[in-house]
Every structure is written in structure tokens, then in C-alpha cells.
């Protein structure tokens, strides 16, 4: 881990840029803003092929890369900036949806631990994640690394709401520290359901004793992918009364059908963060990811 004062010295340094992978570019530009570094001007393209090519035009002595991951294309663009800012005396990688974090063991003999595999890839001086599935990913890195919480932010929008008498539910136990960070923000009432998954679709989630009659009810968990979770528990708590139901998330996978469900199943809207460039990104993490780089974390 570099030190308190090579950190200084690397502040210190004229060349200092943003340099956004192609899933990331929004998050990027407002990052940029937030932190007051420039943008570096990149060329994405594919070659006949379809393999990726990319190059960056000026490179900084502190590269501060930005890229998601929820492709294995996205992956390829990472590695790909990581090797174009090698000369960079500094290289920080903020990597705001990590792909692959639930395969952080090998649950049957003769599989990859898939996480494990990818983090030893990253070769940089820092690494930073964004409420990642499962923190132990974390260890599996060769590089300090460091998990960001977007849950406050999330807590900070909801507030901005207007909500009726409202309350904070994780459609799972794993969620709920996520749950609490939020509702900590809002001061208000928090809970979660009793699921079991039965399948990588099919999940059966079980009331609990929780009064939500009249109440407005907000969904939060890390991440929606199909949404059949969020389906459900909308489900269950609209029979016992919850007035509107809001789903929100830190990263908006959204894979196939998932806001089609979502809105079927008497969704009142749909919040999460730009992550993931979604249409439902409407709750930014910049401000979370400059903090960071203007020394105040």
C-alpha cells in the first residue's frame, strides 16, 4: 500500500485523469466534474473481428480508471486500460459493478473460483469496489483494496421522496446490512423477508410478522438481475397491505424482461445508481467515488 506521503506526491502531480472504460463513461464524466481531474480523451473501437481496441491519448502520471464490469467484454476493456496506463506512475481502479463477485467459492468440485481468478488479473496500486455481492472478493486482489457503500446515497434519495409513513424492507437477510445502512440515513423502520432459493430463477420467500398496512414500502438490495425476488416480495407485502411499493437497488443488471416484471407485479417505480448506465440510474455514486480522490476517505 503506497504510503502517506507518496500518496501526497502523487497528489501533487500535474497529470492527474479520469480514464473511463466504455460501460462507464457517464459515471466517468460526473466523477470527472465531482473531483475537478480532467477526462482522458479514449478511442473505443472493434477490430473486424470483433475484438476490442482502444487507446488513450495523453496518459497521466495518476491514472484513476473507471470501469464496470458486467460483461466479459467489459473485463477485456479493463485489462486492456490497465496495459495502456502501465507508464502511469500511480494507477487506481474503480471498478463500480464488479461481474463475477457471486462466484467467490467453488460451490461443486472442479469449479473456478471465477472472482478469485479475475481479481488476480488486476495489476494497479489501488483498488476500489462499490458494495460488492460479497466483501470477501475483496482478499482475493494482490492490491489494497477497498469497498465503497452507496447505500447512504441511496438512503439521501429516498428521503427526497415524500414518502408515507415509510419503510425499508431487504428481500433477504443478506441484504439487510445494506437495509440498515439506508434506513439509518432516513431514521426509519427496517426489516427483511425469510427467502430460499431454489434455483438460480426461482427463489420462495416467506412472510414475516412485518406491519407495512398503509405504508409506503421501499425493496432495497444490492443488486437486480431478473427480478424475481423483487417480484415476489412486492407480492407479499401488497397482500398485506403496503400502499406503494418501490424497488431500489445499488446496481441495475435489469437482465431480460426484469422492468417489464417488475412493473407488472405493481411496482411503483424503480431507483438505483449509475453503477450500472441504466434508464432507472437516476441516484449517482460520483460524489462517493471523488470523495476518494480529493483525500477526504
Given at each position: 500500500m503506497?504510503?502517506d506521503?507518496?500518496?501526497?506526491?502523487?497528489?501533487?502531480?500535474d497529470s492527474?485523469s479520469?480514464?473511463?472504460?466504455p460501460?462507464s463513461?457517464?459515471?466517468?464524466?460526473?466523477?470527472?466534474?465531482?473531483a475537478?481531474y480532467?477526462?482522458a480523451?479514449?478511442?473505443?473501437?472493434?477490430?473486424?473481428?470483433?475484438?476490442?481496441?482502444?487507446?488513450?491519448?495523453d496518459?497521466?502520471d495518476?491514472a484513476?480508471?473507471?470501469?464496470?464490469?458486467p460483461a466479459?467484454?467489459d473485463?477485456?476493456s479493463?485489462?486492456?486500460?490497465l496495459?495502456?496506463?502501465?507508464a502511469?506512475?500511480q494507477?487506481?481502479?474503480?471498478i463500480?459493478?464488479?461481474?463475477?463477485a457471486?462466484?467467490d467459492?467453488?460451490?461443486?468440485?472442479?469449479?473456478p473460483?471465477?472472482a478469485?481468478?479475475l481479481?488476480?488479473?488486476i495489476?494497479a496500486?489501488?483498488?476500489f469496489t462499490?458494495?460488492?455481492h460479497?466483501?470477501?472478493?475483496?482478499?482475493?486482489?494482490?492490491?489494497?483494496?477497498?469497498?465503497l457503500?452507496?447505500a447512504?446515497v441511496v438512503?439521501e434519495y429516498?428521503?427526497s421522496m415524500?414518502?408515507?409513513?415509510p419503510?425499508?424492507?431487504?428481500?433477504?437477510?443478506g441484504a439487510?446490512?445494506?437495509?440498515?445502512?439506508a434506513?439509518e440515513y432516513?431514521?426509519v423502520?427496517f426489516?427483511?423477508?425469510?427467502?430460499?432459493?431454489?434455483?438460480g430463477?426461482?427463489?420462495?420467500?416467506?412472510?414475516?410478522?412485518?406491519?407495512v398496512a398503509?405504508?409506503?414500502?421501499?425493496?432495497?438490495?444490492?443488486?437486480?438481475s431478473?427480478g424475481?425476488?423483487?417480484?415476489?416480495?412486492?407480492?407479499?407485502l401488497r397482500?398485506?397491505?403496503?400502499?406503494?411499493?418501490?424497488?431500489?437497488?445499488i446496481?441495475?443488471?435489469?437482465?431480460r424482461?426484469?422492468v417489464?416484471r417488475?412493473?407488472?407485479?405493481g411496482i411503483e417505480d424503480?431507483i438505483?445508481?449509475?453503477?450500472?448506465?441504466r434508464?432507472?440510474?437516476?441516484v449517482?455514486?460520483?460524489?462517493?467515488?471523488?470523495?476518494?480522490?480529493?483525500g477526504?476517505?
Amino acid at each position: 500500500m503506497p504510503s502517506d506521503q507518496q500518496f501526497c506526491r502523487y497528489g501533487m502531480k500535474d497529470s492527474v485523469s479520469i480514464i473511463s472504460g466504455p460501460s462507464s463513461q457517464v459515471l466517468a464524466g460526473r466523477v470527472a466534474r465531482a473531483a475537478g481531474y480532467p477526462l482522458a480523451a479514449i478511442e473505443f473501437s472493434r477490430f473486424p473481428d470483433g475484438e476490442r481496441y482502444l487507446r488513450i491519448s495523453d496518459i497521466p502520471d495518476h491514472a484513476i480508471i473507471i470501469q464496470s464490469t458486467p460483461a466479459d467484454s467489459d473485463y477485456i476493456s479493463l485489462l486492456q486500460l490497465l496495459d495502456a496506463s502501465s507508464a502511469s506512475d500511480q494507477i487506481d481502479v474503480v471498478i463500480p459493478y464488479s461481474g463475477y463477485a457471486r462466484q467467490d467459492k467453488r460451490f461443486r468440485d472442479g469449479e473456478p473460483v471465477s472472482a478469485r481468478a479475475l481479481a488476480r488479473a488486476i495489476t494497479a496500486d489501488r483498488v476500489f469496489t462499490i458494495n460488492i455481492h460479497n466483501e470477501n472478493v475483496l482478499s482475493y486482489f494482490d492490491v489494497p483494496a477497498t469497498d465503497l457503500n452507496a447505500a447512504p446515497v441511496v438512503g439521501e434519495y429516498i428521503a427526497s421522496m415524500e414518502l408515507n409513513d415509510p419503510m425499508i424492507i431487504a428481500p433477504d437477510k443478506g441484504a439487510i446490512d445494506l437495509v440498515r445502512s439506508a434506513s439509518e440515513y432516513l431514521g426509519v423502520d427496517f426489516d427483511y423477508m425469510e427467502k430460499t432459493r431454489l434455483s438460480g430463477d426461482d427463489v420462495l420467500i416467506k412472510t414475516k410478522e412485518i406491519d407495512v398496512a398503509g405504508r409506503d414500502v421501499v425493496i432495497l438490495d444490492d443488486i437486480i438481475s431478473t427480478g424475481g425476488t423483487i417480484v415476489k416480495t412486492a407480492m407479499l407485502l401488497r397482500n398485506n397491505g403496503a400502499n406503494r411499493v418501490f424497488a431500489a437497488c445499488i446496481h441495475p443488471v435489469l437482465a431480460r424482461n426484469a422492468v417489464l416484471r417488475l412493473f407488472a407485479a405493481g411496482i411503483e417505480d424503480i431507483i438505483a445508481t449509475d453503477t450500472l448506465d441504466r434508464s432507472v440510474s437516476r441516484v449517482s455514486v460520483a460524489e462517493l467515488i471523488a470523495d476518494v480522490f480529493r483525500g477526504n476517505r
